[in-house]
């Protein structure tokens, strides 16, 4: 399989993205994450964009993030928020777990929250949908379909019994 080759292949399983914890709040826009390839007090940065940023992605796909190489002496990370404020977040010398812990408590939203989003994601009130135990029962009570056949005859030329007759 193609995508299982490379680096740490997991990373791009369908199980590990939907693992992730961090669901950033609604306001956040843009996250940019600075560090550096080479030095020790960068390493947590780059172990973090390694492992949690495919995550990060995919559970937050209208935030822009960015990883921006080898532009800075301290590794930091850098959120730009819908009502124009930023916020600095400083990661020097940190491990990969606790800059995780980290975004997650001020960045991401609470799991009350998240479940209450997850219980209104579920809710299948929708007027289109139709059969037992929703609002309509036949699809052709919905408006602009065809009306039951138990009700107003299909045209002969509808039905396979009169195929080749012309009504």
């Not at 590794?75 to 020097?92: A, E, H, K, Q, T």
């Not at 990969?96 to 989003?117: A, F, M, N, S, Y």
């Not at 030329?157 to 195929?163: D, E, P």
Request: aromatic share 8%.
């Amino acid at each position: 399989m193609p995508f299982m080759k490379g680096a740490a292949p997991i990373r791009r399983t369908i199980q590990y993205l939907e693992a992730g914890k961090i669901v950033f709040k609604d306001r956040i826009k843009i996250v940019s994450i600075h560090y550096n390839t080479l030095g020790e007090n960068h390493r947590g940065a780059r172990d973090f964009v390694f492992w949690h940023l495919p995550q990060i992605q995919f559970k937050n796909p209208d935030v822009q993030v960015m990883t921006l190489k080898n532009m800075t002496p301290t590794p930091f990370i850098r959120c730009f928020m819908s009502d124009g404020n930023d916020l600095l977040i400083d990661v020097d010398n940190r491990d990969k777990d606790r800059i995780h812990d980290h975004v997650l408590q001020v960045l991401g939203k609470p799991k009350e929250t998240l479940h209450i989003e997850a219980m209104a994601k579920e809710k299948k009130d929708n007027i289109a949908n139709f059969g037992y135990m929703c609002e309509k029962h036949c699809m052709c009570e919905i408006f602009g379909q065809v009306p039951c056949p138990a009700v107003v005859p299909l045209p002969k030329s509808w039905r396979g019994k009169y195929k080749n007759e012309e009504s």
